[in-house]
């Protein structure tokens, strides 16, 4: 168990609705990731907070959006979701930004299907 | 453009024999860092070794280890005497210094033979 947590588990919903992934990071860590896995893409580096900033931002699309809360918790918004939006949703949590060797801990990841 | 680049979708090795996952990047950054990560079929994503792009030394964790050859720019993994639990996708990943971006392979998916 990483210690970061991710809800829900699994979610299917359908085309052109909207979804919130949620992450809560390992205790102490201030830094927020979220990847998106899927078969054709690989894993994808979509955005990074920390400490309720934003601080990296990667192949994420803009109908999806994400923030950290005070509480250093995450979430995902996906909105006008696609069929090809299908695809494991990754949170990771690590404790500093600045230095290059930051241990990233993976959540267990929400598998979402879009119909 | 392609950052990572991991060439062997799959691999197989025989228990207790040594195998090495191949990895090359590709960045003009001085300052950067390499990871390798192990997904088994659970889905989770664990992290096995770092290396540094200024570390003259190859990282070394337990079984895992980390063969830079940074003017050939890999970073290849070696799994010595493979255990049947190291089943798995290995992915291969970059962070680099600008824009603090990380980078991730398509994977190897690797097979242990008893």
């Known amino acids: 168990d990483s210690g970061v947590t991710q809800t829900p588990k699994h979610l299917i919903t359908a085309t052109g609705q909207r979804v919130t992934l949620r992450c809560s990071p390992r205790?102490?860590?201030?830094?927020v990731y979220w990847y998106q896995q899927s078969l054709d893409q690989g894993l994808q580096f979509l955005i990074q907070y920390y400490n309720g900033e934003e601080r990296a931002k990667g192949n994420i699309l803009e109908r999806f959006s994400a923030q950290q809360f005070p509480d250093l918790h995450s979430e995902l918004n996906l909105s006008s979701l696609e069929l090809g939006d299908s695809a494991l949703y990754f949170c990771?949590?690590?404790?500093?930004?600045?230095?290059?060797?930051?241990?990233?801990?993976f959540g267990p990841g929400t598998r979402l299907t879009v119909l | 453009a392609q950052k990572i680049t991991q060439t062997q979708p799959g691999m197989f090795v025989q228990e207790k024999e040594a195998v090495t996952l191949d990895c090359t990047y590709d960045t003009s950054d001085q300052s950067y860092g390499l990871f390798w990560y192990k997904q088994p079929s659970s889905g989770e994503m664990i992290f096995l070794i770092y290396?540094?792009?200024?570390?003259?030394q190859n990282a070394t964790e337990g079984r895992y280890s980390l063969n830079f050859q940074k003017a050939r720019k890999s970073a290849n993994l070696v799994i010595s005497a493979s255990q049947l639990g190291d089943s798995a996708m290995y992915f291969c990943?970059?962070?680099?210094?600008?824009?603090?971006?990380?980078?991730f392979g398509t994977g190897t998916s690797l097979t242990v033979i008893p």
């Open positions: 205790s102490g860590d201030l830094s």
């Open positions: 290396q540094g792009s200024y570390d003259e």
């Open positions: 990771a949590s690590s404790v500093e930004v600045v230095s290059l060797y930051n241990e990233q801990f």
């Open positions: 990943a970059m962070r680099r210094n600008t824009g603090n971006q990380f980078y």
